[in-house]
């Protein structure tokens, strides 16, 4: 038993540090995609701060994107919480005043921002806007039904929509994002089909 013990923990270790070898390649040569204006998978300038009052608020702006709260840490550090961006006048209308999410690595790069309460009557829209500049979506069922989405896939970044039949969700996340998350369910995947089948 110990024998076996001893091999499952040495293939599980194998697995862990193959992935976390090839996690570390991956980021060192992933790129940079601008989405408005912000570095999806880049270094953001400063560090966040929470957003002062005057830039909370219908109506409100603020001089440089900031936290709307303390934001939550998970496990490996990144930061995520809701964000408040500076100038709406400067993106789409769809885009202008919907709300944002983001998540932001202890080494201050942006892995993925989310725009969320956007009416979905505006889902058309939404998606003829992505595809001006990062082309057709790779897979769509935007025209089918009220509850539907859309994928993107960029050198850089990958977007997808998903709307209800009330609000659409638009995700744009970095590649090293994208592969760090792929790596993550193959591990889990080999390790759980190594399992026994019967206790």
Request: a positive charge; charged letters at 20%; aromatic letters at 6%.
């Amino acid at each position: 038993m110990k024998t076996l013990s001893l091999i499952r923990f040495a293939r599980d270790f194998s697995i862990i540090t193959c992935s976390v070898l090839t996690l570390s390649l991956v980021h060192a040569a992933a790129p940079v995609t601008k989405v408005f204006g912000l570095p999806i998978g880049g270094k953001l300038s400063q560090q966040l701060k929470v957003c002062p009052s005057s830039a909370l608020g219908s109506g409100a702006t603020a001089k440089a994107m900031c936290w709307v709260d303390k934001p939550f840490k998970d496990k490996d550090g990144t930061a995520i919480g809701e964000v408040v961006l500076p100038n709406p006048d400067g993106r789409p209308e769809w885009a202008a005043y919907a709300s944002f999410k983001a998540g932001i690595g202890k080494d201050g790069t942006l892995k993925w921002l989310n725009l969320t309460d956007i009416n979905s009557s505006r889902k058309s829209e939404i998606a003829n806007s992505i595809s001006q500049r990062f082309g057709l979506p790779l897979e769509t069922t935007l025209a089918q039904s009220a509850a539907s989405s859309a994928k993107w896939l960029s050198q850089g970044v990958g977007i997808q929509q998903m709307c209800s039949d009330r609000l659409c969700e638009v995700r744009f996340t970095s590649q090293a994002e994208r592969d760090a998350q792929s790596l993550a369910q193959d591990a889990i995947y080999r390790t759980n089909s190594a399992r026994p089948a019967t206790p």
